[in-house]
T-cell receptor
Framework: EDQVTQSPEALRLQEGESSSLNCSYTVSGLRGLFWYRQDPGKGPEFLFTLYSAGEEKEKERLKATLTKKESFLHITAPKPEDSATYLCAVCIYNNDMRFGAGTRLTVKP | EADIYQTPRYLVIGTGKKITLECSQTMGHDKMYWYQQDPGMELHLIHYSYGVNSTEKGDLSSESTVSRIRTEHFPLTLESARPSHTSQYLC???????????FGSGTRLTVV
């Protein structure tokens, strides 16, 4: 059965303390892996799409990487405004998008 | 500036009432989706549409219905609301998958 698992569920960092969020998946026919950011009371906002193992994408303090079984979202020197829930999703063979439960990130000044 | 609009943002209604959640997008996307999201849980697909007059049910069993009479409009209707329908409902649209989905801000529904 297709599954997406994100860890940790919650992460608290000090400003400037770099870390990584994990998204592991077991799906048949991966057609893309997506990262979204969701702020409280809002819908998810698209960040990155990754298609193949070894691919990397960067945006400001965020870098997403992909292997055959998992993806990492690396946050370098985070700031309080990076606090949000980060969602991972996979697009499978029938174009369904399956979402993980997210990692709730808090960055304290 | 939002390209996909959901109304209302918040709604508290009594059991048994009929409600319609509105979703409109200005991007001309053919594909539209309704997701249900509970706190700390993954988004669950409840309905989707790949174009006018095309609607399908998603993975999550739902007592709601949708319609797609115009490209830009994808309303969701609950004929008889129950407390188990209390949740956040998110509407999304896409042109393909390369740029992911564009989500609205959601409707938080509480059925009392």
């Amino acid at each position: 059965e297709d599954q997406v698992t994100q860890s940790p569920e919650a992460l608290r960092l000090q400003e400037g303390e770099s870390s990584s969020l994990n998204c592991s998946y077991t799906v048949s026919g991966l057609r893309g892996l997506f990262w979204y950011r969701q702020d409280p009371g809002k819908g998810p906002e698209f960040l990155f799409t990754l298609y193949s193992a070894g691919e990397e994408k960067e945006k400001e303090r965020l870098k997403a990487t992909l292997t055959k079984k998992e993806s990492f979202l690396h946050i370098t020197a985070p700031k309080p405004e990076d606090s949000a829930t980060y969602l991972c999703a996979v697009c499978i063979y029938n174009n369904d998008m399956r979402f993980g439960a997210g990692t709730r990130l808090t960055v304290k000044p | 500036e939002a390209d996909i609009y959901q109304t209302p943002r918040y709604l508290v209604i009594g059991t048994g009432k009929k409600i319609t959640l509105e979703c409109s997008q200005t991007m001309g996307h053919d594909k539209m989706y309704w997701y249900q999201q509970d706190p700390g849980m993954e988004l669950h697909l409840i309905h989707y549409s790949y174009g006018v007059n095309s609607t399908e049910k998603g993975d999550l069993s739902s007592e709601s219905t949708v319609s797609r009479i115009r490209t830009e409009h994808f309303p969701l209707t609950l004929e008889s609301a129950r407390p188990s329908h209390t949740s956040q409902y998110l509407c999304a649209s896409s042109e393909g998958t390369a740029n992911g989905y564009t989500f609205g801000s959601g409707t938080r529904l509480t059925v009392v």
